[in-house]
């Protein structure tokens, strides 16, 4: 009677297939790098939202006889969200009145203050107006859109 004897990976062929499998895996992680992508989204993000808001202003500008909304300053501050409380912020609600210029104000992707939106306008003497994006990722330098 003949013995059969079991076949199985060994030791030495299961560590090398872990390996390799680690060493895949980490190279994945760097060549997608979730972080740096979604750092990446939430910037286009901001420089869309930048470019919303200075447009908004600019469409009532054009509707009112080249004024601008009165509450913004010469000094950069920032925009209040929509429904929250404007103390110490710029108050845009001229924009979002009936959802003429705007449904709402955009907020930053990663959050802001409890009424603020996260970006910030002024205006120069010569009625210029900037919106900024204070809270870039990955290095950027501030967003930043004037007109």
């Known amino acids: 009677m003949k013995q059969s004897r079991q076949r199985g990976f060994t030791l030495l062929e299961l560590l090398l297939v872990i390996a390799i499998m680690a060493v895949l895996s980490v190279v994945v992680i760097i060549v997608v790098d979730p972080v740096s992508n979604l750092g990446g989204a939430r910037n286009s993000t901001r420089k869309s939202d930048v470019n919303t808001i200075l ?3 600019y469409q009532y500008s054009i509707d009112n ?3 601008i909304p009165v509450t913004i300053a010469t000094t950069s501050i920032q925009i209040c969200r929509t429904g929250g409380s404007c103390a110490g912020l710029i108050d845009l609600s001229v924009l979002t009145t009936n959802e003429k210029y705007l449904t709402s ?3 930053d992707p990663t959050g802001s203050s409890t009424n603020g939106s996260g970006y910030n306008i002024n205006k120069t003497a010569n009625n210029r107006i900037t919106v900024t ?3 870039t990722e990955l290095g950027v ?3 930043s859109v004037t007109r």
């Open 133 to 135: 994006a204070p809270f």
């Open 105 to 107: 104000i955009p907020l």
């Open 55 to 57: 447009n908004a202003a």
């Open 65 to 67: 006889n080249g004024a």
């Open 141 to 143: 330098a501030t967003i």
